[in-house]
């Protein structure tokens, strides 16, 4: 009966994804969110699992009791949201148009391209270096009236992070954007904002380009999104132009 009700909303049906995902390169971000008095008002932690040769990639992540997965599995043009909580595993899995993503990362791109075009978004070395988790980082600024931002990139990691992974635009030509402009890879950045003196600070604080993991979905109940063909869709605006 459940699948009926399913079936009847839409939530079931022709979402394919895998039993298990591996995956081998790994990246830890800590994220800070500072009050303007410097008061820590929230952080989180990001796992990153990414598959090099499949272009997959999960994150990971906890919010009190409750643990959160989010996978993009590029052969089967499915995203799938898992969760932990309360010793009960469920999870959602819908079809992702891979032309779409393709032209959102295009558009994304080519967004922030044009603004840094512009002289105030330009980022320019400091001359400050400093090293981070054993790769040397140089310091990066990007000014303008309402938002400060320092970054430390390193090059040499961006060279690896670039030959195994940022070759598929479709997949991280919008999440790693600032890594491909810059010649490297961020590993640290720290954001003001002038206007509330709230303060966002960025740190990769784990990465094993060489890291085996694997997560299953066996044990979830997962329910999935119907992908309505465009004949479908036009069906139903038929009938609702009939209703009225």
């Known amino acids: 009966m459940n699948h009926v009700y399913m079936d009847a909303l839409g939530l079931s049906g022709n979402v394919d994804y895998e039993q298990e995902y591996k995956f081998d390169a790994y990246i830890q971000m800590e994220v800070s969110e500072y009050k303007k008095n410097e008061k820590l008002k929230d952080k989180m932690v990001y796992d990153t699992h990414i598959s090099k040769d499949q272009i997959d990639y999960a994150m990971v992540f906890k919010d009190d009791d409750t643990k959160s ?10 995203m799938l949201i898992l969760s932990d909580s309360d010793g009960s595993k469920t999870g959602f899995a819908m079809g992702v148009d891979p ?10 791109a080519e967004e922030n391209q044009e603004e840094s075009d512009l002289d105030s978004y330009q980022p320019y070395k400091t001359g400050k270096k400093k090293d981070i988790l054993g790769y040397s980082c140089d310091e990066y600024l990007i000014e303008d009236e309402n938002i400060e931002t320092h970054m430390w990139v390193s090059e040499e990691l961006g060279e690896k992070v670039r030959k195994n992974m940022l070759n598929n635009q479709q997949t991280f030509g919008a999440a790693f954007y600032h890594a491909a402009y810059l010649n490297g890879m961020v590993m640290e950045y720290d954001v003001l904002d002038k206007e509330n003196e709230e303060r966002t600070l960025m740190e990769v604080t784990d990465i094993n380009l060489n890291r085996s993991h694997s ?6 109940a997962i329910m999935t999104m119907k992908n309505q063909s465009p004949d479908e869709e036009g069906e139903d605006e038929d009938q609702e132009d009939d209703e009225d």
């Open 215 to 220: 997560i299953g979905t066996r044990s979830y």
């Open 69 to 78: 997965t989010i996978i993009f599995d590029q052969k089967n043009s499915a």
């Open 99 to 108: 032309e779409t993503m393709a032209e959102m990362a295009e558009e994304y």
